[in-house]
């Protein structure tokens, strides 16, 4: 109960701080504000990727590591294993009007993936990264139980 109460407190906490983040303008005003929540920690990513809708999830690990474990539904961008402008063309490719949320496997690589992506696509409405290690067996067992109830 007391776990259950913590959570709650936790999420709530969590929320109004992200829904209250500054949105950045476009000075053209060709596109609508970014909500850039830029770093989370593994746990504010894990609660963030549960309550987001239409969320694009982004592992820029390289091959290998995303053959071993990755989000479901995630989409790879092997920046260790292509170059600059590969990794150019697939941030441009990327949904459009849908948030980001980048990983990789210690948080160390994504951050310059994160300013990237920030740069090439002004038109996301939301962009963040896994500043960590991410919670793939958490989200993937969560996004299993959830599919499963719809």
């Known amino acids: 109960m007391k776990t259950s109460i913590l959570k709650v407190m936790f999420l709530t906490a969590f929320l109004t701080g992200y829904t209250s983040c500054e949105a950045e303008e476009d000075p053209s005003g060709d596109n609508p504000p970014v ?21 694009v999830i982004v592992d820029v690990a390289s091959l290998t590591h995303y053959d071993r474990v990755h989000f479901v539904r995630a989409i790879n961008i092997p920046i260790e ?13 990327l949904p459009e009007g849908r948030p980001i949320i980048l990983h990789c496997r210690r948080g160390v690589t994504v951050s310059g993936a994160y300013r990237r992506v920030k740069e ?25 139980n959830n599919k499963q109830i719809q």
């Open 35 to 55: 909500k850039d929540s830029g770093a989370m920690t593994p746990e504010e990513a894990l609660i963030y990727m549960k309550v987001t809708d239409n969320l």
């Open 81 to 93: 294993n292509i170059s600059a402008a590969e990794a150019d063309k697939l941030y441009r490719e």
């Open 120 to 144: 090439l696509r002004p038109d996301i409405p939301g962009i963040s990264y896994i500043a960590g290690a991410p919670p793939f067996e958490e989200y993937n067992q969560w996004h299993k």
